[in-house]
């Protein structure tokens, strides 16, 4: 029939994926039920086999883990690695919702102001209940969003001048206080509201988060009674979701910070030094670790993609491109991290993915889309393919289709499987990718914590503005 699909070409391999929900393969199965009643599914069965990774070198780096992971225990039960006591912290939230009340109180509109870890964290919670879109309506009740990382003249000016300034606010966010790309925004933001007639009412319309001390950011709100919250010093910006840089945020988009952090904390039960030794192979960030090193070592791979189905994981992939890569760069070693998503790179990047170079480790993240938006109606007999069926229907055929495609021409896929980024399931898939960075970094031999290679750049560029005088 003209216009209808062709059959499905069986795989090569005759290896197909299988939905985790029947069969669990090699990986783990993560539950967290009894702290919240999620689970996301990790597979990597399909990353071993012929021309693709040897099972035993695999093996020998999963074990490598278990030192650091004995590390990482002790260090969450005295206290060493902040981060690891974050997701069971709760003095610290009464502060969040003080400041978050401040911020929503008759607001037409927040503008969220920071860079990197200071807003990439809120962005990926915005977007798992739908509230980051390129056109995103006020949600009922609520205030627009808006999310301002990336320092652009024209979507500053844009975005000021859009507003009703009257009922607008500003939560700024910087860990050291002096982020360059911040600090602009939030001076032009100010002098915004004060041409506006609202400078004796700029408390009002700002929020801080930034590390104690004397800082330009801090000095800028005691200048206005801008009221703070301090982002814990030994928490460094990426790793920063589950402080106040991404709690505030949460509880301003409707979102439970505790249900964030229990799914954090539940990935990290394991971990219980009261448990005894910590086994790797029921790490599933440990799995991730080993995986994503080996494959750059024996298998020439420096290239990791990182491939959800559904927008709203896509900022979430972002967010995991900065963690990665700003971590694991350094001493000439870290693999490059790739951003993708589905189905709509299936029209871009999948060339290139089954076509080109056998450079990459893919991770796919699937959810459950079937049955999920409007239907398609027709009685074109052309389209009778199509009709009946859910916008979910097809694209849970296609990511079903890549993951099988992959498999059958010999690429090494992981599949990450979740039924839907709720609190706890994003809470608990931030927290595995934070500890498969750090543990990655251990079998790499660099520190996950410092980046000592973008500090040239930003002396240059002050270097280069002063240079304009004035």
Known sequence: MAGAPPPRAPPRSGKTWQDPNRRLVLGCLFRVSDRCGMAYRQDISHCFGDGLLARAEYDRLLAQTQPRLAQLAAARRDGSLPLLQLPDARDDL????????????????????????????????????????????????????????????????????????????????????????T??????????????GGGKYIKHHFGVITEPGDRPLRRLAAQYDIPVVDHPPRVGGRYAVLTAVGMVPAICLGLDPVAIRTGAAALLDPLDPEAGAVEPAAIPAAEGAALSVAAARTLAQPMQVFMPYGDRLERFAMWHRQLWAESLGKQGKGTTPVTALGPVDQHSQLQLYLGGPRDKLYTIFTQSLAGAGPRAVTDDPDLAWLSGRTIGDL?????????????????????????????????ALMMHFMLETILAADLLGVDPFDQPAVEEGKQRARAYLAELGG
């Open 183 to 196: 600090l602009m925004q939030a001076l032009t933001a100010i002098g915004r509201i004060e041409a506006a």
């Open 395 to 427: 694209a849970d055929a296609e990511q079903r289709a890549t993951i099988d495609t992959l498999i059958a021409n010999g690429r090494p896929l992981r599949t990450i499987a979740i039924d839907r980024p709720d609190a706890p399931t994003i809470g």
């Open 94 to 181: 009464a502060a969040c919702e003080q400041l978050a009340a401040h911020l929503m109180r008759d607001t037409s509109a927040l503008v969220f102001l920071g860079t990197g870890g200071s807003s990439l964290g809120a962005q990926a919670l915005a977007q798992s209940i739908d509230l980051y879109r390129p056109i995103a309506p006020a949600a009922q009740g609520k205030p627009r969003f808006h999310f301002l990382d990336n320092l652009d003249p024209w979507a500053m000016d844009s975005v000021l001048s859009d507003l009703d300034l009257r009922s607008t606010r500003f939560l700024i966010v910087s860990k050291s206080g002096g982020t360059a790309e």
